[in-house]
């Protein structure tokens, strides 16, 4: 699976990301080989937040999905 991630450089040295598809994701490093190791657990721990199921209708299907 193939994720964007927006990078910045931080103006106190070093970078900071975003992940646009994952509402509130974001991490630093002092170098890109940091940024990118700390994006992967970022993004890892935003996903693994257990949420609320959705509500269904009797007739509605749900299905799961693997990425």
């Known amino acids: 699976m193939k994720i964007k991630t927006v ?3 931080a103006e106190g040295g070093g970078y900071w990301a975003e992940v646009p598809a994952v509402p509130g994701c974001a991490t630093q490093g ?6 990118m190791t ?4 970022a993004i890892e721990g935003c996903l693994s937040v ?18």
């Open 7 to 9: 990078v910045h450089e």
């Open 30 to 35: 002092e170098t890109l080989e940091e940024l």
């Open 38 to 41: 700390n994006v992967h657990e």
């Open 50 to 67: 257990e949420v609320e199921p959705a509500k269904s209708a009797p007739k509605d299907k749900v299905l799961e999905i693997a990425l």
